[in-house]
């Protein structure tokens, strides 16, 4: 399994070789390292912790410098099931793993969006934009059971008004059409999750 963390900076095109756009993503990956191997005799479970991004050492509290001594001042920390791959701590994962061409997945933490009805938030039609009706055009309808399937009351998961956004969400299968090295840029097909500066975890 190849990992590595970074960050979303823009959107953007760029044309390939043959003249074709491609609607591409800007993220920046600069290397991480590994702070912690797991193994299974002492953590019961194989796995790879690494740390990202630069913290002002004086917000980093005692435990947390203990573990990360010598190797640097981390803001963001994931732990990645290690499989066949070795590696030992101090060791720099940078996009060198990585080639172009290759399918990715990409998690984020998506755009909160605040309080929305359920028109936006489930893409549901409302109702009749006609035949007398006066202030229906964006409300959900009917919501309880009566004395049918829920027996007068409103089921659990009823898709209703709430909270959307700020989840963390999943990309399969996007492509990586340039890998930019000196600058640790990778350029990704389509979109990604988040708003710009949202840190992104890279899988392959």
Same mark, same amino acid.
């Given at each position: 399994?190849? /990992?590595?963390?970074?960050?979303? !900076?823009?959107?953007? !095109?760029i044309f390939d070789d043959e003249g074709r756009v491609f609607p591409v993503t800007v993220i920046s990956a600069l290397?991480?390292? %590994? %702070? !912690?191997?797991?193994?299974?005799?002492?953590?019961? $479970? =194989?796995? %790879? !912790?690494?740390? $990202?991004?630069?913290?002002n050492p004086k917000k980093i509290n005692k435990p947390i410098q203990g573990h990360v001594k010598g190797l640097g001042n981390f803001s963001t920390f994931?732990? $990645?099931?290690?499989?066949?791959?070795?590696?030992?701590?101090?060791?720099?994962?940078?996009?060198?793993? /990585?080639? =172009?061409?290759?399918a990715i997945t990409v998690t984020g933490i998506s755009k909160g969006k605040g309080f929305q009805g359920t028109v936006k938030r489930h893409g549901f039609a409302g109702g009749s934009r006609t035949h007398g009706q006066k202030h229906s055009e964006r409300e959900p309808g009917a919501i309880g059971g009566g004395g049918g399937r829920a027996g007068g009351r409103v089921v659990k998961g009823m898709r209703m008004s709430g909270?959307?956004?700020?989840?963390? %969400?999943?990309v399969k299968n996007l492509k990586i059409v340039k890998i930019d090295k000196e600058n640790s840029t990778v350029y990704v097909k389509g979109a990604v999750p988040g708003r710009r500066g949202t840190l992104l975890e890279i899988r392959a």
């Open positions: 399994m190849k /990992f590595i963390l970074g960050t979303k !900076q823009n959107m953007t !095109q290397p991480s390292t %590994v %702070v !912690q191997v797991k193994n299974m005799d002492k953590d019961g $479970y =194989e796995a %790879v !912790q690494i740390g $990202y991004g630069n913290k994931r732990e $990645y099931k290690n499989g066949s791959t070795k590696h030992a701590v101090g060791d720099k994962i940078d996009l060198t793993i /990585f080639n =172009e061409g290759e909270r959307m956004g700020g989840d963390r %969400v999943s």
